[in-house]
């Protein structure tokens, strides 16, 4: 049975749907004004994974994943460009999409986009004035009245007297209180707007996901995901607008991924240690990123450095190489493997435990006379990940650059390895391993005088 750990009882729960057998869950997505960065690959890969496993589990599953595309910082980079920001947004959505496809994370169900939701967040904003859950602000911009929403602050276990005390005095008076957020924000001059009961405007962030969430999934749904920065004031502000327009109880379960850490320090452009995705596959292969990812429990931090991910890369050669040489037939894969992993994942998708099975099936594979079932054991459960994708032999063979040694030029090489050691020149036969070696290969002899070899990651 499925539990996961719901921040919202900070708890791990018995995973019951909503609807037997379907599921929907809510992501919040990328603010599209710039490349991704690791902690956005965490996000996309985190909710993957999850997506993936709950329907290899047999649900029927709608995965809602979000763009933010009309926000202060995208007006901001687009007045800097001196472009339209449509441009500059359809430009950073198709680069999260290439990212997303480098890293084998499959597009959600549907991706809503704050900027085609206009009609829906207005219609949730009237609903709100409606209710007198928010007003319209001295200077035009509407605001959400924090102190008329009962359970504020029962996602963070944030005490709402203490949030009004720790407040800096306001001297904004178009808010009732200092706690107030807008719901939306009356136009400056040259800044996109759309039409509204409220003036010329556009969204504020918050408004956006409660209107995009429950217009792709109800008022009322399974799970709802994001890092664990959006958990305030961003979810319970989320909270607090959707069960104040609705009525109804919001989301069932709350999900948040840990922070990215690098080298043990915050990730942030200030320190010198921010990294966009595209800079990392520069140096490191799309899936060692996918498999490095996976390789903490998604709600632990993640600590990101160079050598975290060369290890990565050696755990991955290592099933990559168990799997080497077997033609995966379908065939029924290993009853009692497949029950430890999914109990693994049905722990509130624990994916070191999943991947720690995935290594002892290449144990066994590794041993096996008869490979088949192992191997296709290996590889089928390997895939609820996301991983072991590659042919293993173009993977083996794929690996860094070793300064422009072609394939053609190592199989030479290999061949005249193999004559020096039919001539008994032991000398020569293993200074073209070192020389080999030195450019990153490594051979291995094995059964009929055969030589296999491999990229160093």
């Avoid at 019951?16 to 902690?39: A, E, L, R, S």
């Avoid at 029962?154 to 709402?160: A, D, E, P, R, Y």
């Avoid at 990215?260 to 320090?265: A, G, H, Q, S, T």
């Amino acid at each position: 049975m499925l539990k996961i750990y719901n921040t919202l009882t900070r708890s791990k729960q018995e995973f019951v749907p909503k609807q037997p057998g379907k599921i929907g869950m809510y992501v919040c997505g990328m603010t599209v004004y710039d490349y991704c960065h690791i902690g956005h690959a965490r996000v996309m890969v985190v909710f993957d994974t999850v997506a993936r496993y709950l329907r290899h589990s047999g649900y029927e599953l709608t995965y809602v994943r979000n763009v933010t595309d009309i926000d202060d910082k995208i007006i901001q980079r687009a007045n800097d460009n001196g472009e339209d920001f449509s441009a500059l947004t359809e430009r950073f959505i198709e680069a999260m999409h290439e990212d997303e496809r480098a890293l084998s994370v499959l597009p959600p169900d549907i991706e809503p986009r704050a900027t085609r939701s206009i009609t829906a967040i207005i219609n949730m904003i009237q609903k709100l004035i409606e209710r007198e859950y928010a007003y319209v602000g001295g200077n035009g911009d509407v605001f959400y009245a924090v102190n008329r929403f009962q359970g504020y602050g029962k996602l963070s276990g944030k005490n709402i007297e203490d949030l009004q005390a720790g407040e800096r005095v306001d001297v904004d008076i178009a808010k009732r209180d200092p706690l107030d957020f807008v719901l939306w924000k009356m136009a400056k001059p040259g800044e996109p707007y759309w039409d509204s009961p409220w003036g010329q405007g556009r969204p504020g962030w918050h408004i956006e996901c409660s209107a995009m969430s429950t217009c792709c999934l109800g008022n009322h749904f399974d799970i709802h995901g994001g890092g664990m920065d959006l958990q305030f004031p961003h979810h319970e502000n989320e909270i607090a607008q959707s069960e104040g327009a609705t009525g109804e109880p919001f989301v069932n379960y709350w999900m948040h991924n840990g922070f990215v850490r690098v080298n043990e320090e915050k990730m942030s452009k200030s320190l010198g240690n921010f990294f966009t995705v595209r800079e990392v596959l520069k140096q490191f292969r799309p899936e060692v990123i996918r498999f490095f990812i996976l390789s903490s429990h998604y709600r632990s931090p993640l600590n990101y450095s160079d050598e975290q991910l060369d290890d990565a890369g050696a755990a991955l050669t290592r099933l990559y190489t168990a799997l080497r040489g077997v033609g995966i037939t379908d065939v029924a894969i290993d009853a009692e493997f497949k029950q430890r992993f999914e109990q693994a994942m049905d722990d509130d998708f624990n994916t070191p435990v999943a991947l720690a099975v995935l290594f002892d099936v290449a144990r066994e594979l590794n041993k096996a006379e008869d490979k088949q079932i192992l191997a296709a054991t290996l590889k089928q459960l390997a895939t609820i990940l996301g991983l072991l994708q590659d042919d293993p032999d173009s993977f083996l063979k794929g690996g860094a650059s070793t300064d422009g040694l072609t394939e053609v030029e190592i199989e030479r090489l290999i061949e005249a390895r193999k004559a020096a050691k039919a001539n008994k020149d032991w000398s020569q036969a293993d200074s073209i391993r070192d020389q080999l070696k030195a450019q990153g290969i490594l051979l291995e002899d094995i059964a009929g005088g055969l030589t296999s070899w491999r990229r160093e990651n």
